[in-house]
């Protein structure tokens, strides 16, 4: 394995400078393009958003219910905004609020990972959100153990 990998990286270390005026073709200017940087690296993070909810595999938690906390990322590019009058381009965070909570409180699954793939789902249909992380924590999972309880992060547009 190593000898691969060492075999490519001489294929590109060390870094070669390339006569761009041999290439009239291409119409962007010869410098290096991070796709992040085009893309936007600014982020909205909505944070610890608490719903008391059913979610569990086990039926006690069907039964007595439990809090849960919520975190979501909004990435984007944000330059501009603090000139701009108009809010048509932002982020609606009340209305990412309100979609979480009825993902949250008004549908049901066993699994947080399913929880935050639903949440996820739904904030890129409705809101048409294009990158953005989702975390749902269960603080107080019903286990025989003592630890700060059990978070998922998915992760959708990167």
Do not use: C
């Not at 060492?6 to 270390?13: I, K, N």
């Not at 060390?14 to 041999?22: D, F, G, L, Q, Y």
């Not at 410098?31 to 909505?46: E, H, S, Y």
Request: net charge neutral.
């Amino acid at each position: 394995m190593s000898y691969y990998l060492e075999s490519v990286a001489r294929l590109f270390w060390p870094p070669r400078k390339i006569a761009w005026s041999r290439f009239p073709s291409l119409d962007f200017p010869p410098q290096i393009v991070n796709i992040r940087t085009l893309m936007g690296n600014d982020v909205l993070r909505i944070k610890n958003m608490k719903f008391f909810a059913y979610h569990g595999l086990f039926p006690e938690e069907g039964k007595l219910g439990q809090q849960f906390e919520v975190d979501v990322e909004v990435y984007g590019d944000f330059r501009g905004y603090a000139r701009r009058e108009a809010i048509g381009d932002a982020v609606d965070y009340p209305k990412v609020y309100e979609v979480t909570e009825k993902v949250v409180t008004g549908e049901r699954f066993g699994l947080i990972e399913a929880l935050a793939d639903r949440i996820a789902e739904v904030l890129q249909d409705r809101l048409g959100l294009d990158r953005l992380v989702v975390r749902v924590r269960k603080p107080h999972p019903p286990l025989p153990a003592q630890f700060d309880g059990v978070e998922v992060e998915v992760r959708r547009g990167f």
